[in-house]
């Protein structure tokens, strides 16, 4: 029975340092950045937003109203078709209830690399240092390895 409460309690103490562990670096992950940036993906041949073009701009809306960033930049050209990814994106966030003046356009991106760099450039511009990133699930890994590299 020793034994027993011996080990309960380093297995207890184990799991209270790594809850103290994620709980601080949880802690030290921003809850409000100066802008939510979206990344461009390609509309749908006739100029509405796909299911993944319209899944990343609703989490954005869900964000910008929850108060995680007064602003959002919408990343994207016409990069596959005759539609530029940030008009289309944009005007489906306006039909959400985000004002326009909260929205912020890149239209020169044409890939992921240029996506972050256009809209780092606007931050930039607008003294902004911080932006939470919104993408696909299966996108987000390559962007985190691009925003690190740069």
Known sequence: MKLLNRVLFYLFAV????????????????????????????ANSDGTPTPEQRERVLEAVREYKAGVAPYIIMSGTSAHNQYIEADVMAQLARSQGVPASAILEDVQAHNTIQNIYYSARIMHDHGWNSAEIVSSPSHLPRAALIVNTL
């Open 15 to 42: 799991v209270f340092a790594i809850a103290l562990l994620t709980a601080g670096v949880y802690l030290t992950i921003p809850t409000r950045f100066d802008a939510i940036i979206v990344l461009g993906y390609p």
